[in-house]
């Protein structure tokens, strides 16, 4: 464990976060902890990306809101859940060595449903916002194969 002037950060304890992700019951406080320490973690992507059933357990927070979005049933915690999802996923995207996989593997296309919502409500707005973050995350660096994605698809 290293320390920067921006926090400590106990890897233990972003390992068992990340392994609390596979549990419905603890995904949601993992989601929370881990948004908030995305940025003291510079090998969060990787670590996300190579656990096992983690970006499965993101997409199932995805997917699970679906059915919330038309008509608009969407709550303010939902919301806050996936969107905590989302800013992990938006780590995957920026990151030089997991941006590819996550291309290769359509991630993106699970956004869609987000990005077309028309609600005005709050919880609505952020889902959006934080859909087009991860968008945004993604074309950042002019990549071309990010380009490419987005033009095939």
Known sequence: MTSSPKASVDREQIYQWVQNLLNPET?????AELSKKRELVPDLAPL??????????????????????SPPQLTAQQSNSVCNALALLQCVASHQE???????ANIPLFLYPFLHTTSKLRQFEYLR???LGVVGALVKPDDKEVIQFFVEH
């Open 129 to 131: 916002l934080t859909s």
């Open 27 to 31: 995904r949601e406080q993992s989601l």
């Open 98 to 104: 997991t941006r590819s996989y996550f291309l290769m």
């Open 48 to 69: 996300l990306w190579h656990s096992f059933g983690t970006i499965t357990a993101l997409l199932q927070e995805i997917i699970a809101i679906y059915p919330l979005i």
